[in-house]
């Protein structure tokens, strides 16, 4: 879910070392400035003074515009968000430079931790160059126009969206349906290698600048650890998960063999990525109907049961909110009710994509919800609010904190939240009339694996496609081949068709143009399993871990809230280990969470032949 946090936007301060003077008798005459000093600590503690007071206006004036657009999507308003936008993105970039001139100052530890914030403030760092600056604008632009406007045209008169072949996919079971909406949705990304190649360039030599050796090694700059250290450790974390992931793997293959036959699903080879009802085969929920295991119905509807309860739009709200001042968290401000969006109107459009807003960075909460009286959108609405609790506690710091300990941890807490809405939870707030028993467990341990375990792999690799395309261990001449490869060794998928390096697969999926981080995802489904299981310790929970819901716990909440006022303050690890006991993460608490289903998969794998 998208979430409205701290933003770095800044204006810079420019130096000149020359002048020239032009003199009474009109003889142009030059003249050299005194010399400047060379920069001081105290320099560059004035310098994130005045950047702070800069960049909180700054942020006012953005998420102020962001927010009328989001809810009043017309030309002007679309005009002015760009606008506004537009002026913050030039001011990071000056001034993520002008941070990077104290670069090999000796200096206290919150200060160089404050200038390391707004240098990795950046994406992708423009170089200062003002040609090549704005050619990676445009290219940047180009990408995202590319992807954003991208459709699937068999015909003149027929065309498809990427959200209508989308939903054709999660429903259709038709194997040649399927690999026709797969492979139109692929040739919208083949245009963009060009320019992709050219960007990499561009936004490395930025990263230089900034005092990087490339961008990837930028991106994981931000994780309080040595660059190449951090990505050895996600390789350690997905070994914890891989036996887990091959064990649903096999069961799935399985499954879709008995559907399209082993001929079009061999039992030894990577699974074909059309199959797996998703456009990137990045989570497997919309087959579960394919894998659902016999009996598993766990016989209520939470749909159904909010409807009988009377629940509306705001009581779900009121009633996820509750969730919070049950672990002794203080009640949402009244603003919150009267400024969010909970409901699509009728008389104008808007963006429902699920949201979570801070918009002064002290206690204007919102969320932006076009809200379905659904069971799945009570869950989220909880996961929502958890980035809204997340954003109150640490409203009190410097702005260059105001974020969570590291991107993962803002969609981790929601998640885990998230995690806590169990049967034993519906039946506490009443909506529940009696919890199945554990023999209904494994059907929704299922679902939930097919979404949660399936993605992990993904989340992993989409940034080591990117970090070795950065570094230049992949080229462009074999982008697509490396991909391709990472997807068959981390996730046993493969392209159902032959690829070749006229194609650009990477950029079918959205990040990949938008230039957006994905491990912050993968982090997140490694992070909220291990939180869930920390709180339901610290809440006395003697039942199995996925059964545990945190509601009503104030241990489990004071403990959460000394995390969550930490912000970005400390490193992350300090941040995890003030509610885990270890700064290393454990993605042990998946397996534990999903044991009863690791025991189901064994048996029905058996006789299977795993691993491809």
Excluded at 161 to 166: A, I, K, N, Q, R
Excluded at 240 to 269: I, M
Excluded at 282 to 306: F, S
Excluded at 422 to 444: A, F, H, N, R
Aim: glycine share 6%; charged share 25%.
């Amino acid at each position: 879910m998208k979430t409205k946090t701290f933003k770095l936007s800044l204006t810079a301060l420019m130096v000149s070392t020359s002048l020239t003077l032009v003199g009474c008798n009109n003889e142009q005459t030059t003249q050299t400035a005194p010399v400047v000093a060379a920069a001081t600590a105290e320099d560059a503690k004035q310098f994130l003074v005045a950047s702070e007071k800069e960049l909180k206006a700054l942020y006012l004036e953005s998420s102020r515009a962001e927010w009328v657009y989001a809810n009043f999507i017309t030309h002007d308003t679309s005009e002015l968000s760009a606008a506004v936008n537009e002026k913050m993105t030039a001011a990071v970039v000056r001034l993520a430079n002008e941070a990077a001139k104290f670069n090999d100052l000796k200096l206290d530890t919150d200060t160089r931790r404050k200038l390391d914030k707004l240098k990795q403030a950046l994406t992708l760092a423009a170089p200062q160059d003002e040609a090549k600056n704005a050619e990676l604008s445009k290219l940047m632009a180009e990408l995202g126009g590319l992807y954003g406007k991208g459709k699937y045209c068999k015909t003149e008169d027929e065309c498809l969206s990427l959200g209508d072949m989308t939903a054709k996919m999660a429903s259709s079971r038709d194997y040649d349906e399927l690999l026709d909406l797969w492979q139109g949705w692929r040739q919208v990304s083949k245009p963009m290698r060009p320019l992709y190649e050219q960007q990499v360039i561009l936004a490395n030599e930025g990263a230089k600048e900034l005092g990087y050796a490339d961008t990837g090694a930028m991106w994981r700059s931000k994780y309080d650890m040595p660059a190449d250290d951090f990505a050895k450790e996600l390789d350690r974390i997905w070994g914890q998960v891989k036996p887990l992931y091959n064990s649903l793997h096999c069961h799935v293959r399985a499954k879709l063999g008995e559907k399209y036959g082993t001929d079009k699903v061999p039992q030894d080879q990577p699974i074909p990525a059309h199959l797996l009802g998703n456009m990137w085969a990045q989570t497997w929920g919309n087959v579960y109907d394919l894998v659902a295991p016999e009996n598993a119905d766990p016989g209520y509807d939470v749909t159904e049961l909010l409807a009988k309860h009377n629940y509306d739009e705001l009581t779900m709200v009121k009633g996820a909110e509750k969730f919070f001042t049950s672990m002794g968290f203080d009640p949402l401000p009244d603003t919150f009710y009267e400024r969010s969006l909970l409901t699509k109107p009728q008389d104008r459009d808007v963006q429902c994509h699920a949201s979570a807003w801070n918009l002064d960075s002290k206690d204007d909460l919102r969320i932006k919800m076009c809200i379905q009286r659904t069971g799945e959108e009570f869950s989220v609405i909880h996961h929502e609010l958890g980035h809204n609790f997340y954003q109150r506690a640490y409203n009190k710091l410097p702005l260059y904190y105001q974020e969570s300990a590291n991107d993962g941890f803002h969609e981790a807490i929601g998640d885990t939240i998230a995690l806590s809405v169990t049967p034993g939870y519906l039946k506490e707030i009443g909506l529940l009339d009696q919890v199945p028993d554990e023999s209904k467990d494994i059907g929704l341990l299922m679902k939930m694996a097919m979404d949660k375990v399936a993605f992990i792999p993904f989340g992993l690799l989409v940034d080591q496609w990117r970090w070795q395309v950065f570094s230049g261990q992949v080229t462009p001449e074999n982008y697509n081949q490396a991909w391709w490869d990472l997807r068959e060794k981390y996730q046993g998928v493969k392209a159902p068709i032959a690829r070749s390096e006229a194609d650009f697969d990477p950029g079918a999926k959205y990040h990949v143009p938008g230039n957006t981080p994905y491990t912050r995802y993968f982090l997140a489904h490694i992070l909220q399993f291990e939180f869930h299981r920390s709180l339901c310790e610290i809440a006395g929970n003697k039942e199995a871990i996925h059964r545990c819901s945190v509601y009503n716990s104030k241990e489990a909440g004071e403990r959460l809230n000394a995390m969550l006022e930490m912000g970005s303050s400390r490193p992350w690890q300090e941040a995890l280990a003030s509610v885990t006991g270890k700064p290393e993460m454990d993605a042990t608490a998946i397996l534990d969470y999903f044991a009863p289903l690791q025991t189901y998969l064994d048996e029905q794998n058996k006789d299977r032949q795993c691993g491809w």
